[in-house]
């Protein structure tokens, strides 16, 4: 099996010369054609802005900040601010932007493609673009592109200053709203405050005789209600006892069993003027012996002196019934002790059975204005620290934009990278040349050179004939040789006229290779 002939270095020669008219004529139209676009390619400009983040100049610890949303959202929010629909087109119509596409593309499509070409950038702490995580953001840059280099600058200058603007604007209006906002929360919740304390008032007053505080003042009030009941009972029986034995004698009096009086009429003033010392005229014990002694003194006048016995019967007749009477009035008023205290244990067993329900209602009431009492004090909190946030963000004393860097007027184009494109179009050049070489060899079946010729035949011929040129070839020859010439100075020229609008200015380079050498 025959193997497959490798071409060698003098084949690769003799194909580059075979194959030379394609390979400069396809070199040299690509290169010119990158040299053509990299020189009718519309310069563009861009103008840079870079804003500071500040952070705020009171500590955190004494004031805190209001907005502590993230610096990456915030600059967003104010990017969209800026670049709403309104601000676009006032900026394109005062720098007459889209003149010659606004016959073209709709006002949507003109503020998009606006929108694309303003940039901003985040520059983290180590001063990188982009948002890396865990690195904060110290800063961004601000950017418009146009192919004026004038416009591009004006409109970066206006761009800042919107952001400065709306960054102001945007934390005192926040603050202002913040700190409106907590009043109106704070006198909602004041007026919460003052409807509990209302009801705790009113539950309190409907239940004044039940209240908690009052349970040891009514445990107190029953015992001493008990003691009284049971001293009021004790003396009602012993005044039921006297009253019998007073019945009795008063019978054994009316029969005149009785003639020698039990007390005289001065041992009872006597025992009145002792009673007096200790109680006081209300009391049933004097109000008896008031009676007795007023009975005595008339049973003394109405009586005749001269029958002694029927005078001493009468007395004790009268006596006995004073004392009667007094038991009687004693027993009356005891038994209205005895029920007025039965009703203030009653009352009392009452409010102590009714003071448990009544505190769980009051405490609930209780805890439910506290409850509103602690969010009203939050409030009031939170009131004043957007208060202070506010005098801060008017002052200018919390975190702000600072403009590091102002726009300038650029003095380059920011593309096309024309180098790049001059570099790409050399390769491209090189490799699409090579390519159509390799192309048309690949297609072509004929033979050339000694070797392989041998490689398919299998040996080698016996004698090799020169190739012997003719006339017309030497013509054609001269006249690809004029053209390359040609073409030659053709990319100098071109090579020369990007240098002086791709680099630099030929007078400006001649002098810079003079000063050099000297």
């Known amino acids: 099996m025959a193997t497959e002939y490798e071409l060698t270095l003098q084949d690769y020669l003799s194909i580059m010369r075979r194959r030379a008219p394609y390979l400069l004529g396809t070199f040299t139209a690509v290169l010119l054609t990158s040299i053509i676009v990299a020189i009718t390619l519309t310069p563009t400009y861009r103008a840079t802005g870079t804003i500071m983040v500040e952070s705020q100049q009171v500590p955190e610890n004494i004031v805190p900040t209001a907005d502590k949303s993230p610096l990456d959202e915030r600059i967003n929010i104010i990017k969209q601010r800026v670049m ?122 409907r239940h004044s005789n039940t209240l908690p505080e009052q349970l040891t003042l ?23 006892e006297e009253l019998r034995t007073l019945k009795v004698e008063l019978s054994a009096a009316k029969f005149g069993m009785n003639d020698t009086p039990s007390q005289s009429l001065p041992e009872l003033k006597a025992e009145l003027a002792r009673l007096s010392s200790i109680y006081n005229e209300s009391h049933p014990d004097i109000k008896a012996l ?20 029927d005078r001493a019967t009468t007395l004790a007749v009268y006596r006995t019934q004073a004392k009667i009477d007094s038991a009687n009035a004693r027993l009356e008023s005891l038994a209205q002790q005895q029920k007025m205290l039965q009703e203030q244990i009653a009352q009392n067993e009452n409010a102590m059975i009714l003071t448990p329900k009544v505190a769980q209602e009051l405490d609930i009431l209780i805890r439910d204005r506290d409850s509103a009492q602690k969010k009203y004090e939050e409030i009031l909190g939170k009131k004043m620290n957007a208060q202070i ?99 030659a100075i053709v990319l100098l020229i071109a090579a020369i006229v990007a240098v002086h609008f791709l680099y630099m200015p030929l007078d400006s380079l001649f002098i810079k290779i003079l000063t050099k050498f000297r």
């Open 84 to 205: 709403t629909r309104e601000s676009m087109l006032l900026i394109a119509n005062k720098y007459n932007l889209f003149k010659g596409s606004s016959r073209f593309l709709t006002s949507s499509e003109l503020i998009e493609r606006m929108r694309d070409r303003v940039g901003v950038e985040l520059l983290n702490s180590d001063g990188m673009q982009g948002n890396r995580q865990g690195q904060a953001t110290i800063a961004f840059t601000l950017s418009f592109e146009d192919k004026s280099a004038e416009i591009s600058y004006q409109v970066t200058k206006d761009l800042v200053t919107l952001f400065l603007d709306w960054n102001v604007k945007l934390r005192t209006e926040g603050a202002a709203e913040t700190k409106d906002f907590l009043a109106q929360e704070a006198n909602k919740l004041k007026k919460e405050v003052e409807r509990q304390e209302g009801l705790i008032a009113a539950y309190k007053g």
């Open 218 to 240: 009514r445990m107190t009030m029953l015992s001493r209600a008990e003691n009284d009941l049971r001293e009021v009972e004790r003396d009602y029986r012993s005044t039921k």
């Open 290 to 309: 008031k009676r007795k002694i007023g009975a005595l003194e008339k049973a003394g006048e109405e009586t005749d002196p001269g029958s002694a016995p």
């Open 389 to 487: 946030s506010e005098s801060l963000e008017s002052e200018n004393k919390s975190e702000r934009f600072t403009l590091l860097e102002p726009p300038i007027l650029p003095e380059k184009p920011f593309k096309p990278n024309r180098v790049k494109i001059l570099l790409v179009g050399f390769f491209l050049a090189m490799a699409s040349s090579g390519g159509l070489v390799m192309f048309l060899e690949s297609i072509n079946k004929r033979i050339y050179g000694t070797e392989a010729l041998t490689h398919v035949l299998g040996s080698r011929p016996l004698a090799v004939i020169p190739y012997l040129p003719v006339k017309e070839e030497g013509i054609r020859r001269k006249r690809m040789l004029r053209q390359a010439i040609i073409a």
